[in-house]
């Protein structure tokens, strides 16, 4: 089954500075990819997606981009604030029938002031 | 706005007892899932489902069991519950493989 690995797990950043999370899966028919926030004792709210068509997505500061080659997904963070701070989670599907959805392992940002 | 509701929201369980969380969806969703999350830790899958009356087991299932007893309910059941199971279980909801919809969470705790 598809295999999603996260890094880092834990990043530290200045306040202005970016942020780079990476992802890489397994399957090669993987066609969805989501990014997930999580705020302390909150639940998990989607930040982004990009479709496998797509490759990239940008929106609220931050650009998802999608290497299908190396079967890489990134979130980049341009200009981080102390909002920022979270938890965060790429998630990966397939586009067949009945496949489930397989998280990363997460990565918690911390944005220092 | 798609909602998906867990109840109880925290809960104490003995060693050895049964609990039984529920998830409600509204949003006319096929597939449920169970996670669970522990301090400061990724998810993990315990059983999904994609049809009512059906479940399937995800990557920890061991010391749960899950019931569909229709498109809108999805139950996760702890038979006996372990100390090891305390952590933070998540419902969620979605549209075969697209977006994921999340509760809010049920904080379980294991005495």
């Known amino acids: 089954g598809e295999q999603v690995e996260q890094r880092p797990p834990h990043l530290s950043v200045r306040e202005g500075d970016s942020a780079v999370i990476t992802c890489t899966y397994t399957?090669?028919?993987?066609?969805?990819f989501f990014w997930y926030k999580q705020e302390p004792g909150a639940s998990l709210q989607l930040l982004m997606k990009?479709?496998?068509?797509?490759e990239i997505n940008e929106g609220q500061g931050f650009t998802v981009l999608l290497n299908k080659k190396d079967k890489r997904l990134s979130l980049n963070l341009t200009a981080a604030h102390p909002g920022d701070s979270a938890a965060y989670f790429c998630a990966v599907s397939a586009n067949y029938g009945n496949e489930k959805i397989t998280f990363g392992a997460g990565t918690k940002l911390t944005i220092k002031p | 706005e798609a909602a998906v509701t867990q109840s109880p929201r925290s809960k104490v369980a003995v060693t050895g007892g049964k609990v039984t969380l529920s998830c409600h969806q509204t949003?006319?969703?096929?597939?449920m899932y169970w996670y669970r999350q522990d301090t400061g830790h990724g998810l993990r899958l315990i059983h999904y489902s994609y049809v009512a009356d059906s479940t399937e087991k995800g990557d920890i299932p061991d010391g749960y069991k899950a019931s569909r007893p229709s498109q809108e309910n999805f139950s996760l059941i702890l038979e006996l519950a372990s100390l090891s199971q305390t952590a933070v279980y998540f419902c969620?909801?979605?549209?075969?493989?697209?977006?994921?919809?999340f509760g809010k969470g049920t904080r379980l705790t294991v005495v």
């Open positions: 949003n006319n969703h096929d597939y």
């Open positions: 990009v479709f496998s068509s797509t």
């Open positions: 399957d090669p028919n993987s066609y969805y």
């Open positions: 969620a909801s979605s549209e075969q493989s697209t977006e994921v919809f």
